[in-house]
């Protein structure tokens, strides 16, 4: 019984470790990189690293995500399946400098 268990919790998990993951660092007020360009139909991991003693907003209408990333830690969006297009993301407590977008193709 505890083998089906385990079993049914590795197959679980195997879409998610496949996952492509992109990793976002939020440096002076910017995102580097500011430009993302993933695969359409694809889900994928962003982890957001801010390495500024303030916090940051990870935010996008399109994407319809917003996540708060404290100062000096790291926060995990996930985004996708997405259809081709562009999708903008800005930073909620400083939109005129953090701002880029995910290039889906």
Do not use: C
Not at 48 to 67: H, M, P, T
Request: charged content about 20%.
């Amino acid at each position: 019984m505890r083998l089906l268990l385990v079993v049914a919790l590795l197959l679980s998990w195997g879409p998610v470790m496949a996952m492509p993951s992109i990793e976002i660092i939020i440096r002076n007020h910017l995102f580097y990189p500011s430009e993302l360009t993933i695969a359409a139909d694809t889900k994928v991991k962003l982890i957001i690293v801010n390495q500024d003693a303030s916090a940051e907003e990870f935010e996008s209408y399109e994407l319809n995500r917003e996540k708060v990333i404290p100062g000096h830690s790291k926060g995990i969006v996930f985004v996708g399946p997405l259809a081709p297009g562009t999708y903008p993301f800005f930073g909620e407590f400083f939109p005129k400098t953090a701002q880029g977008h995910i290039i889906v193709k």
